[in-house]
C-alpha cells in the first residue's frame, strides 16, 4: 500500500507545500496534513479498520506513514470508552462517557502525537529531538526517541510534576529547568532547531503530532458505531487535540462514513488560572492574547499562548460549541468527585472539565439526555505533588475504632 498523503498546507494562509519534505511551519503557524480522500473511499471501507489489530495503526490510510515507514511504536492500542452512569446521575446526565486515554504507553494520550513524531523525524534522518514540556509530552517524547535510538533533549518550567521530569530522565533525555513558562521555553527549543542541533517536534511545531492525535477521533467514531456524541468535551492547553479530534470528524464525514452528518460541539475548557482561548472566545477574536500570570495545577493547561490559538478557536465556533473556565480552587474536588463515583484517577486537567460540565449543566447549554464524551487525558497517579497525603495515625496496638468506623 503507498500512502495517501498528498501534501501540506499553510492553516494560516493555505500555502501549499508537497508531500514528503521537512517542512515544519509557515509565517510562525501550523500545517494541515492533507490526503486523497477520493482515493481512500475508493480502495477501503471501514469494516478494513475494523478487522485489524485495535491500534492507531490501524487508520495508517489517514497517517502520513502508509504502510512504507516502520513506525516507532510502544504498542498504541485503542482506549477504553467507559459509561459512567454514577457520575453521570451526580451530574444529572443519562449518557456520559470518559475516554481513558491513561491506558496508552506513558499514561497519557501524548504517546499518539509523539510515536508518529518521532517516527517521522527518525524518517528524515533526525538523530535528536527536542521540545518544551508541562509534563507528560517530554516523558513521551523521551521514551519513543529511546525507542526509536534517537537523542532527546526537553525543556521544561519549574512548575513541571516530578513524575513526568522523572519519566524524562529515566528514557534517557537531557533534561533541563527553566525559569520560564512553556512558550518561553519553546523560543529556545527553536533555536536550537534553526541552529541544527535537534529536530523541534514541540506542540504545533511540526504536523505530524496533529496526525497521531486525530487517532483519537478515528477511534471514538468506530467505538460510537460511525454516529458522532453531541459534546466532546477537552482540556486545552496548547490545543493540538481538540483541533485533532475536529479534522478527523471532517475527514470521516469527507469519506462518507458517518451514520449522521451531525458533528459534535466542541467544548474547549481551561482552568480560571490560564484562558487564553475563554478569553478570546469571548471576546470574539481570532488569535488569543498571551495570558499573563499563568499558574494552574493542571500543568498541561499552563499555556499562556500557543500557536495554534486560530486553529482551537474555528473548530469551537465551527461545531456551535464553546470555550469555558473552570475554577482552579476546585480541581481537587473535581477529581474526588470522580474517583468516588467510578473509581477513575484522572488527571487534574481533565478534572477541570467536570467542573464546566457542571456548569454547562446549570446554564442549561448542555441537555440531560445528551451524550457527552469527556477526554481523561493522563493518569492522575501522575500528579501527586499539589495532593496533601498526610494520614490520621493507626495505633496498631490499640485501634480507635470509632474514629476508624467514623471515616
Request: charged share 20%.
Amino acid at each position: 500500500m503507498n500512502r495517501y498523503l498528498t501534501h501540506f498546507e499553510s492553516a494560516w494562509d493555505g500555502t501549499v507545500f508537497p508531500a514528503d519534505t521537512r517542512e515544519t511551519w509557515h509565517a510562525g503557524r501550523p500545517l494541515w496534513t492533507r490526503y486523497d480522500l477520493e482515493r481512500v473511499r475508493r480502495e477501503v471501507t471501514r469494516s478494513t479498520w475494523e478487522n485489524r489489530p485495535a491500534n492507531m495503526w490501524r487508520f495508517r490510510e489517514l497517517l502520513p506513514v502508509g504502510d512504507e515507514i516502520e513506525p516507532v511504536t510502544l504498542q498504541e492500542d485503542e482506549t477504553p470508552l467507559i459509561d459512567c452512569p454514577r457520575l453521570g446521575a451526580t451530574l444529572g446526565l443519562s449518557n456520559l462517557w470518559i475516554k481513558d486515554e491513561s491506558r496508552l504507553s506513558g499514561n497519557s494520550f501524548k504517546a499518539r502525537g509523539l510515536s508518529l513524531a518521532v517516527t517521522m523525524a527518525r524518517h528524515f534522518g533526525a538523530r535528536c529531538v527536542a521540545m518544551a514540556s508541562n509534563g507528560n509530552a517530554g516523558g513521551s517524547m523521551a521514551s519513543y526517541a529511546a525507542r526509536g535510538g534517537l537523542k532527546s533533549v526537553v525543556i521544561v518550567p519549574r512548575e513541571t510534576p516530578r513524575a513526568n521530569v522523572a519519566e524524562s530522565l529515566l528514557c534517557g533525555a537531557r533534561v533541563f529547568c527553566a525559569n520560564g513558562l512553556i512558550d518561553e521555553c519553546g523560543r529556545v527549543v527553536r533555536q536550537g532547531h534553526e541552529r541544527g542541533l535537534w529536530s523541534d517536534i514541540s506542540t504545533m511545531k511540526e504536523p505530524y503530532r496533529l496526525e497521531g492525535k486525530k487517532t483519537m477521533g478515528l477511534e471514538l467514531a468506530m467505538q460510537f458505531r460511525w454516529r458522532l456524541p453531541d459534546v466532546i468535551i477537552y482540556p486545552t492547553g496548547g490545543g493540538t487535540a481538540l483541533i485533532a479530534i475536529w479534522k478527523a470528524f471532517h475527514e470521516l464525514r469527507q469519506l462518507g462514513w458517518l451514520d449522521a452528518d451531525k458533528l459534535p460541539r466542541m467544548i474547549a475548557v481551561q482552568s480560571t488560572g490560564c484562558t487564553p482561548i475563554v478569553d478570546a472566545f469571548n471576546k470574539g477574536e481570532r488569535v488569543a492574547q498571551r495570558f499573563a500570570g499563568a499558574a494552574t495545577i493542571a500543568a498541561g493547561l499552563r499555556v499562556p499562548i500557543g500557536i495554534g490559538d486560530f486553529m482551537v478557536l474555528d473548530a469551537v465556533r465551527q461545531s456551535g460549541g464553546l470555550a469555558v473556565a473552570a475554577d482552579e480552587d476546585r480541581i481537587i474536588e473535581w477529581q474526588n468527585l470522580v474517583g468516588r463515583e467510578e473509581g477513575l484517577v484522572i488527571c487534574p486537567e481533565s478534572a477541570v472539565c467536570i467542573g464546566a460540565l457542571q456548569q454547562l449543566i446549570k446554564q442549561q447549554l448542555i441537555h440531560p439526555s445528551e451524550s457527552i464524551v469527556v477526554f481523561n487525558t493522563a493518569a492522575g497517579q501522575k500528579y501527586m505533588d499539589h495532593l496533601d497525603l498526610t494520614l490520621p495515625h493507626l495505633d496498631l496496638a490499640s485501634p480507635n475504632w470509632s474514629a476508624i468506623t467514623s471515616s
